[in-house]
């Protein structure tokens, strides 16, 4: 019989953080790609690792969620962070609405990257936020994993539609940017090629049955988002890091020595 493990320890205070899962079509035809990005070795927390667009909370998004129109502030300041730091990252504008085009987006990067705040983009460029683009999909929150930096991230998915789309790695946090199945990058994992931390593969899991954006919309949706707090079992096959078996994951537990944890 597993025996759950407890920390003693008191739990970590989270580092509020948001991600976003974008989706667009596959130029041949086959599943949906979803973009992801090689975090920068340097890097305090997962370095090296490759990951979804996204980052802490800021103080400016805040401020620019009290005017969003959304009644939970924090949610907004959640999805608005995601928005900016997609931008940052990867020149990508989305969840975002008004007159957006390639050349846009990267003069709307380079104002980001001065005025380091989402609103005075949207002033210049007359653009308002589309916060109903970014769909809620999970909540994670490693509090009693002993990790350097404890990030209570909440991810988002979001649907560009057309394969044709410009990105650039910002060669600060990222090192490479890459379209991929959620297939194809579980293989790559297995395969030694990426490396991915285990929030990122069980995702990846949860992922790769759909074959639309819409078809993954859908079951977001229909799943209620809870926080998911990974803990350790102990067993007679050894020690596991699980994850509850109701939050919409295939796979819900792996070996504590293989799991990458940041």
């Keep these: 019989m597993a025996e759950q493990e407890t920390d003693k320890a008191n739990p970590a205070q989270g580092i509020p953080a948001a991600t976003v899962v974008i989706f667009r079509t596959a130029p041949d035809g086959g599943p949906p790609q979803i973009l992801m990005q090689v975090r920068s ?6 370095g090296g690792m490759a990951v979804f667009p996204g980052g802490r909370i800021d103080e400016s998004d805040r401020v620019l969620a009290e005017s969003a129109g959304l009644a939970d502030r ?25 007159t957006i085009d390639a050349e846009r987006a990267a003069q709307a990067r380079t104002l980001l990257d001065k005025e380091g705040a989402l609103s005075p983009v949207l002033r ?8 109903d683009d970014l ?18 991230t909440r991810f988002y998915l979001a649907d560009l539609g057309t394969g044709a789309v410009d990105i650039a790695v910002d ?15 579980l293989r790559s994992a297995d395969e030694g090629k990426i490396d991915v931390i285990f929030p990122t593969r ?32 102990k067993s007679p096959q050894g020690r596991f890091l699980c994850i509850p ?18």
């Design 41 to 46: 070795r340097s890097l305090a927390f997962a």
């Design 74 to 98: 924090d949610e907004a300041a959640h999805r608005i962070a995601a928005i900016r730091e997609t931008l940052e990252e990867t020149g990508l504008a989305l969840g975002l609405s008004g």
């Design 124 to 131: 210049h460029f007359d653009w308002q936020l589309a916060l």
């Design 135 to 152: 769909v809620p999909f999970a909540r994670w929150f490693p509090q009693n994993e002993r990790l350097s930096r404890v990030f209570d």
């Design 171 to 185: 060669a600060q946090e990222n090192t490479h940017l890459f379209w991929t199945s959620a297939a194809e990058a």
């Design 202 to 233: 069980r995702n990846l899991e949860r992922l790769a049955p759909f074959a639309t954006f819409e078809e993954a919309r859908a079951h977001a949706e229909a799943t209620p988002v809870q926080t998911i707090i990974p803990w350790v079992e």
């Design 245 to 262: 078996g109701d939050a919409g994951y295939p796979v819900t537990s792996e070996r504590l020595d293989e799991a990458k944890r940041g």
